[in-house]
């Protein structure tokens, strides 16, 4: 009988230091994760080199290493806009793009409402979450969109004079700041 005791408690204790140590395993992992947010995250500063007016009337400024491409587009949703691209083709791993579209405040009845909706059509599910996005001079309504390794960021820059920009951009989950900073810079020439 002591020697069955003896094997219990040794295997209890063989046992708690088990627990103790997943316990430690998975406050480290939930540590790593949070710091791992907090960096993908995080808000750069914009060093803008660039500045670009399109013929739509917006003017943005930005990194040109970034976002070598800036042009006029036609869009089978957005039609007429301003395109920046990290390359020329979306092939490229590293692709990342921004439309930026002027247009009143009816022109769509619920821009970010409606390309949600298309999104989820597309990707299944998305987690739509608030971003909060300051421009002076104007009121911004703007959303982060989680797909798998992607965000779609969707945006409505309301302007005091009835203008509104319209803005839909996709990038890696580590690039959301390139897109954040791009936001920001817009206004209307």
């Known amino acids: 009988m002591p020697k069955d005791i003896h094997q219990r408690d040794t295997a209890q204790q063989r046992s708690s230091r088990l627990l103790l140590a997943m316990g430690i395993i998975v406050l480290l992992g939930a540590l790593a994760y949070f710091v791992l947010t907090l ?72 821009f970010i ?36 390794a992607y965000y779609a960021v969707l945006a409505t820059i309301e302007y005091d004079s009835g203008d509104v920009i319209y803005v839909s951009g996709l990038t890696k989950l580590a690039s959301i700041s390139d897109i954040v900073n791009l936001v920001e810079s817009v206004s209307l020439s």
């Open 39 to 110: 960096v993908v995250n995080r808000r750069t500063p914009a060093s803008p080199d660039t500045r670009c007016t399109a013929e739509n009337g917006i003017s943005v400024y930005y990194e040109s290493a970034v976002w070598p491409v800036c042009e006029m587009t036609e869009d089978a949703t957005l039609g007429r806009a301003l395109e920046l691209a990290s390359a020329e083709s979306s092939d490229d791993a590293n692709y990342q793009v921004v439309l930026f579209q002027k247009g009143m405040k009816d022109t769509y009845e619920d």
């Open 113 to 148: 409402g409606q390309s949600e909706k298309e999104l989820k059509q597309a990707y299944g599910v998305i987690s739509p979450r608030k971003v909060d996005l300051s421009i002076d001079g104007a009121a911004v309504t703007a959303v982060r969109c989680d797909i798998q």
